[in-house]
């Protein structure tokens, strides 16, 4: 069945940012902005092959298609800002500076990953890049989102007495639009003026079921903002430069204002809702008409008419892209399984520490793996 709603979004929601143009971004960025986009992507698609592999187990939800919305949002955010988002997350952790070789040891369960294997696809953690997860309970990360904007603005400002400047930003599925936990969220964001941008990736789906069977006001989403007193925009994520652009502008008001605010954040995934999803509820024509407008391929045509790189270097570039994630599924493969023993550690407040566990204390010290403060 064609989704009225998303069909007709693409070119009308194009948020037009006054202080960003796009021929001002630097080429450096957009090159930086090509290779984290082109990373995830390639990042997902050896997970997709894992996973038929059996070496990943659990549910899998892969972000293939939605790459820009994750990018140009981390990019329009200072590292300090915290953000959260649910379980479809390993384009935020990546777009957020965690190394694939940690993502990637996660997706397989081992001791190596973020969270020593013990979250697994869904539950990508990184406190030293300021991602708080992953959460798998849909709108669950909301609340969460609220509370980390209340505990920046009163670490800023009741503990160190300044003035705070810290943004959040929520990430949540069309789906969590319905969940009351977003809506107790939203409540308290506009009464305590909570500094959170609360993000929704509008794919049109939640699982099998379209955006306009099972919301209201599904070609307006923003209206659901306005009760809570909070700005909504409404922006195309399938162009990076776009969101950025439309991005960099709100968080520099949430920013100055500390008032909470709502995105309709336009965009696809091109693959079924997790990997046991045969699409059998939406068509092929719909699914190329996105893929027609693939977020990767538009940078990449942007990057070579403003003669910022040549094909050749862009080919480097992928070619980077594919050594890195090669050897993130070498070192996933090599890292072992946390020991039984794990299942006693991390589970109530205690500090990382040293490894206790069974598998090479080493490995982790090479690989970089942080230790907690
Ligand atoms: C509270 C709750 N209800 C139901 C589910 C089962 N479930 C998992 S994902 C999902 C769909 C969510 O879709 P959306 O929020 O649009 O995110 P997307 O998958 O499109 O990224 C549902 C219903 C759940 N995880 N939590
Ligand atoms: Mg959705």
Redesign the pocket.
């Known amino acids: 069945m064609p989704n009225a709603t998303l069909a007709s979004n693409l070119a009308s929601h194009l948020v037009k940012s006054a202080s960003v143009t796009r021929t001002e971004i630097p080429g450096t960025t957009l090159l930086k902005w090509f290779y984290d986009m082109a990373l995830i992507r390639e990042f997902e698609v050896r997970c997709m092959q894992a996973y038929q592999d059996k070496k990943i187990g659990g549910f899998c ?1 892969v972000y293939i298609g939605q790459e820009a919305v994750a990018v140009g949002c981390v990019a329009a955010l200072e590292h300090r800002d915290p953000i959260v988002t ?3 997350d390993h384009g935020h952790a990546l777009a957020r500076g965690m190394h694939p070789k940690h993502c990637m040891a996660e997706m397989f369960g081992r001791i190596g990953g973020c969270a020593k294997g013990k979250g697994g696809s869904m539950h990508m953690f990184d406190k030293a890049n300021n991602l708080y997860g992953g959460h ?4 669950a990360q909301c609340p969460l989102g609220a509370g980390l904007a209340f505990a920046t603005k009163y670490e800023d400002e009741v503990i160190k007495g300044g003035k705070s400047d810290r943004v959040t930003m929520c990430f ?5 639009l319905n ?1 009351g936990a977003l809506h107790e969220a939203k409540n308290l964001a506009g009464l305590l003026d909570l500094p959170v941008i609360f993000v929704v ?1 509008n ?1 049109g ?3 099998g079921t379209a955006i306009e069977r099972g919301t209201t006001m599904a070609h307006k989403i923003i209206t659901k903002a306005m009760g809570y007193g909070m700005e909504g925009i409404e922006v195309d994520g399938m162009d990076v430069l776009n969101v950025y652009a439309s991005m960099k502008d709100l968080c520099d008001r949430v920013r100055a204002t500390s008032r909470p605010a709502f995105v309709d954040m336009r965009t696809y ?1 091109y693959k079924g ?1 997790s990997m046991s999803d045969p699409r059998k509820y939406r068509g092929r024509e719909e699914e190329e008409q996105y893929e027609a407008e693939d977020p990767i391929g538009k940078l990449q045509k942007f990057i070579k008419d403003r003669k910022v790189a040549t094909a050749a270097e862009i080919e480097t570039i992928v070619d980077r892209v594919k050594v890195d994630v090669r050897d993130a599924v070498a070192w996933a493969d090599a890292s072992p399984a946390p020991g039984l023993e794990e299942l006693y550690h991390d589970v109530y407040v205690e500090k990382w520490g040293p490894y206790t566990g069974t598998s090479l204390p080493e490995m982790l010290r090479e690989s970089g793996v942080r230790s907690q403060e």
């Open positions: 939800h649910a379980y479809r798998g309970i849909v709108g949540l599925g069309d789906g969590a969940q990736e794919n789906y939640s699982m995934r809702h």
